[in-house]
């Protein structure tokens, strides 16, 4: 079974800083993903990927395969950033579902 | 285009009940998966369905049954509802069983 942890647990900071949130796996994975909720309870797939480095606007995921390691960062943060970022992978073949970190929990402020 | 949706919204039921959880994937997609959220927790797999077939299981007693229907919509079963199943209950759909997965917003359901 895959153990998925993710740091910093909790983490404020102010709006424009730089900010980078981290994911380690224990087992081979074939997908990551990268997952935004806010309060309420719902859930967005910010990023999947197997390899390599992705960018969507402010977002930049990136993953290192052979550390079992990703990284998340935003890049000019803002307090609508403010939610928890949760970290999840698929092993295998995917029929054990996403195992998922228990997230990172992120306040900008302004 | 609508997303995930799912019914209801927020439940509340009593130790030793049942309940029925329902979810509608976005359209075209075959896959469905379960998961429960208790507070404070990342979320722990519970059922993945793919075209009509049990296509996976997270560690859940047998109280806790699926199913997905030809129209690829899907029901979460729990029976003899104990204090510990009080979570919010997410259904994801993807295209097939390992693509980016799209969340629905949950049911919160409380068991007093």
């Known amino acids: 079974k895959n153990e998925v942890e993710q740091s910093p647990q909790n983490l404020t900071a102010q709006e424009g800083e730089f900010i980078t949130i981290n994911c380690s796996y224990s087992v081979g994975i074939s997908a990551l993903h990268w997952l935004q909720q806010h309060p309420g309870g719902g859930i967005v797939s910010l990023f999947m990927?197997?390899?390599g480095k992705k960018k969507h606007g402010r977002l930049i995921a990136t993953i290192n395969i052979q550390e079992k390691h990703s990284s998340l960062h935003i890049t000019a943060s803002h307090p609508r950033d403010s939610a928890v970022y949760i970290c999840?992978?698929?092993?295998?073949?995917?029929?054990?579902?996403?195992?998922f970190g228990k997230g990172t929990h992120l306040i900008i402020q302004p | 285009d609508a997303g995930v949706t799912q019914s209801p919204t927020h439940l509340i039921k009593t130790r030793g009940q049942h309940v029925t959880l329902r979810c509608s994937p976005i359209?075209?997609?075959?896959?469905v998966s379960w998961y429960q959220q208790v507070l404070g927790q990342g979320p722990q797999f519970i059922f993945q369905y793919y075209e009509k077939e049990e296509r996976g299981r997270g560690n859940f007693p047998d109280r806790f049954s699926a199913r997905q229907f030809p129209n690829y919509s899907s029901e979460l079963n729990v029976n003899a509802l104990l204090l510990g199943d009080s979570a919010l209950y997410l259904c994801?759909?993807?295209?097939?069983?390992?693509?980016?997965?799209?969340f629905g917003p949950g049911t919160r359901l409380l068991v007093l």
């Open positions: 999840a992978v698929r092993s295998g073949g995917g029929a054990d579902g996403l195992t």
């Open positions: 359209s075209g997609h075959k896959s």
């Open positions: 994801a759909s993807s295209s097939d069983r390992v693509q980016t997965q799209y």
């Open positions: 990927l197997s390899s």
